[in-house]
């Protein structure tokens, strides 16, 4: 029986992935930007170890930083408090519901994300203070850029395409496709229409502190 080391098992892994660019294309064909894209395997389960290492999603000059954040399922997520004034952040989202209230600098606890979804977070003093996490079954996720394009490093293969953006009609729900990678490219055009997102303004002089 021939025995093979965890070493060389994730070299040949690694040898044989390769970095595949995937574009999003809207309703009208233009390229999406901020779309969360992440790739499922059909053929082989990929677990997904969860990350030793917290996320953050920090509270900075009365935003959310960054506005969308991907994690892997059960990952860690801090939300270390950069502002000199008092946030209160909660979730009522079925994914995942929590609340921390009233904190300056670091919450005492992180919070863990359990169940795959789409998260909506808010601040209960900052109405404006709006942000994202999406959390995925899968260690192959990445957010479009300007050209609405995403750099996966994968294996070529069957897949179901994953893909969630805030503008969505229901942003609670993932629109999924299976798909045949097989060559370094690959383009998608979304089957429902993505909604203009409206930026709200910061109201730097508002009262509380």
């Known amino acids: 029986m021939i025995k ?3 070493a060389f098992i994730l070299i040949f892994v690694v040898l044989n992935s390769h970095a595949s660019t995937i574009t ?3 309703q009208d064909q233009q390229p999406l930007q901020n779309a969360v894209v992440w790739l499922t395997p059909l053929e082989k ?3 997904v170890e969860p990350s030793e290492t917290p996320f953050i999603m920090m509270q900075k000059d009365r935003q959310f930083i960054p506005h969308i954040l991907v994690v892997p399922q059960d990952a860690k997520v801090e939300f270390p408090n950069a502002d000199s004034i008092m946030h ?3 979730s009522f989202s079925k994914t995942k519901t929590f609340e921390l209230k009233l904190y300056r600098e670091q919450p005492q606890t992180s919070v863990v994300f359990e169940q795959t979804g789409v998260v909506e977070l808010g601040c209960n003093i900052h109405d404006w203070m709006l942000s994202f996490i999406v959390v995925v079954d899968s260690p192959f996720y990445a957010i479009t850029n300007e050209q609405g394009q995403v750099s996966l490093n994968i294996e070529q293969g069957k897949y179901t395409l994953n893909l969630w953006h805030e503008g969505f009609t229901d942003f609670s729900q993932v629109e999924s496709e299976a798909i ?3 060559s370094d490219e690959y383009s998608y055009q979304l089957k429902q229409h993505v909604k203009p997102i409206i930026a709200i303004d910061v109201d730097e002089f508002d009262d509380y502190e």
């Open 4 to 6: 093979f080391s965890f």
């Open 24 to 26: 999003i294309y809207d």
């Open 45 to 47: 389960q990929q677990k």
């Open 88 to 90: 209160h952040v909660y």
């Open 180 to 182: 045949q990678l097989s």
